[in-house]
């Protein structure tokens, strides 16, 4: 079965929950909570669910929001999406990457001929 990076990062984000102080966690990641000022919660994609936190993001291949994760706290929440959007950066140049070799590849047998 093939598993996405995306799916990954939200299985670490279930993992963390509660080992680590989640804007720590993300800095020993290299990665950045992002802020959503004007929201409820004041990060982006997050959202109050009750007396929890929810993540939720516009899927474009299916046209539909998927909803990544329940967490007690805002920072939490924020740390889920983060690794989401790390990883679907990752993967986009990685299929750019595999794309460019592909076509090398059809050039350098063109050059053969």
């Known amino acids: ?13 279930a993992q963390s929950v509660g080992e ?9 990641e290299g990665l950045t909570l992002q802020r ?12 109050t669910n009750g007396k929890r936190f929810a993540v939720s993001v516009y899927d474009g ?12 706290t805002a920072e939490q929440a924020a740390l ?3 690794r989401h959007a ?3 950066q ?3 140049r990685h299929a750019a990457e595999a794309k460019q ?5 059809v050039v350098d047998a063109v050059v053969e001929e």
Do not use: I, M
């Open 101 to 105: 070799t592909a076509e090398e590849v």
């Open 86 to 88: 790390a990883a679907k």
């Open 61 to 72: 291949g299916t046209k539909r929001l998927r909803h990544l994760g329940n967490f007690a």
């Open 90 to 92: 990752s993967d986009s």
């Open 20 to 28: 680590r102080d989640p804007v720590e966690q993300a800095a020993a």
């Open 1 to 13: 079965t093939l598993v996405l990076a995306s799916e990954r990062s939200v299985a670490l984000a």
């Open 36 to 47: 959503a000022p004007g929201t409820a919660t004041g990060w982006k994609c997050v959202y």
């Open 80 to 82: 889920c999406y983060a």
